[in-house]
């Protein structure tokens, strides 16, 4: 039986399952999707596509992990957090400000930005081609001649590297959080 302070086994499984939820979508957007998709459609469609899948995923991950650092703090209290238990806490409360991150500043201004190159490239006739190594030369010459490019260009990629960077700091973090997890299932 479960003391007050201890989670039920029915609250420990729930948050295994919130956890895997958010490393699957967290895998699945970043690494397949993603990848998928670039080889599939032309780059202004792939554009278009994570635009909208974009806030949606980096929503559903902001849920997901409230929900689980909540469930988690509810259950350790910080006064009788051990070691582990705190770099998990820590890793949790690193989760969400990544997330919340990309969900309210990188996501929209890489998309802002993506939005405004993608008109100037429509106009050179460039994006409608399928893959990355396509034209690379027509987007080198564009970027060359056409300074207000080369700073949209420089601006996204500036943010979409810190928001690769966030989403993989949250990959490692819900990764390591859901193995601990799953690790100490065995005390149910």
């Known amino acids: 039986m479960a003391t007050e302070a201890e989670p ?11 956890l895997s939820f958010s490393w699957g979508m967290q895998v699945w957007v970043s690494f ?15 554009g278009l596509v994570q635009s909208k899948l974009f806030p949606v995923y980096f929503y559903c991950l902001l849920g997901s ?8 703090a509810v259950y350790h209290p910080r006064e009788l957090l051990d070691w582990h238990e705190s770099v998990q806490m820590m890793l949790y409360f690193v989760v969400l400000i990544m997330t919340g991150l990309n969900s309210q500043w ?12 993608r008109e100037i490239e429509k106009e050179h ?28 260009r420089s601006t996204f990629s500036r943010y979409h590297g810190l928001s690769s960077l966030c989403n993989l700091i949250g990959i490692i973090c819900t990764t ?13």
């Open 176 to 188: 390591v959080n859901l193995v601990y997890t799953a690790l100490k299932l065995s005390t149910i």
């Open 125 to 152: 006739g460039l994006g409608g081609q399928i893959g990355m190594g396509s034209q690379k030369e027509a987007y080198t010459k564009l970027k060359e001649q056409d300074p207000k490019y080369r700073a949209y």
């Open 32 to 46: 397949i999707a993603g990848f998928a998709l670039v080889w599939q459609v032309s780059l202004h469609t792939f």
């Open 65 to 72: 992990n409230v929900v689980s650092l909540a469930v988690y």
């Open 8 to 18: 039920t086994d029915l609250i420990k499984v729930l948050h295994l399952l919130v």
């Open 106 to 117: 990188f996501g929209p201004a890489v998309t802002d930005v993506m939005l405004q190159m």
